[in-house]
């Protein structure tokens, strides 16, 4: 694994999986070259770091949609899109599109269920003196 500046950058907003942050960390751990870099990183982010770089990754411009997150749950999508998808989930490993799926699963899975779903038409049931009666 080679790191460059991006490594690190992607390294302090969190976004590399479990085993390539423990081999970032043991690698600015062992090398004073990287200890420097990521320190400089740090340093300018901390000056306000304005390049587009920084606000791509600050505003998760490379993020998928919501609607995109749960289209690619359906395989709904162009196999383009859900290879980029698959990439940034497992690969870049985003936890905050990670949380957006699994939130969306989690939301599927209580409409499904059959308790959520009964207490779901009792609201139903309930709101719907609330209408105006149809003429
Ligand atoms: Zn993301």
């Given at each position: 694994m080679t790191i460059t500046k991006a490594t690190l950058d992607a390294f302090i907003d969190d976004h590399l999986n479990e085993q390539d942050s423990i081999r970032v960390e043991k690698a600015v751990r062992e090398s004073q070259e990287l200890n420097t870099l990521l320190k400089s990183i740090i340093a300018s982010r901390d000056m306000g770091d304005h390049s587009i770089g920084a606000i791509w990754r600050r505003e998760h411009l490379s993020c998928p949609t919501r609607e995109e997150l749960s289209s690619y749950k359906e395989e709904a999508l162009d196999p383009q899109r859900i290879d980029y998808i698959k990439f940034h989930l497992e690969?870049?490993?985003?936890k905050a599109c990670k949380a957006n799926l699994s939130d969306l699963i989690c939301t599927k899975n209580s409409l499904t269920n059959p308790d959520a779903n009964e207490k779901h038409q009792q609201f139903l049931e309930n709101s719907k003196i609330l209408l105006p009666k149809k003429v």
């Amino acid at each position: 694994m080679t790191i460059t500046k991006a490594t690190l950058d992607a390294f302090i907003d969190d976004h590399l999986n479990e085993q390539d942050s423990i081999r970032v960390e043991k690698a600015v751990r062992e090398s004073q070259e990287l200890n420097t870099l990521l320190k400089s990183i740090i340093a300018s982010r901390d000056m306000g770091d304005h390049s587009i770089g920084a606000i791509w990754r600050r505003e998760h411009l490379s993020c998928p949609t919501r609607e995109e997150l749960s289209s690619y749950k359906e395989e709904a999508l162009d196999p383009q899109r859900i290879d980029y998808i698959k990439f940034h989930l497992e690969t870049v490993g985003c936890k905050a599109c990670k949380a957006n799926l699994s939130d969306l699963i989690c939301t599927k899975n209580s409409l499904t269920n059959p308790d959520a779903n009964e207490k779901h038409q009792q609201f139903l049931e309930n709101s719907k003196i609330l209408l105006p009666k149809k003429v």
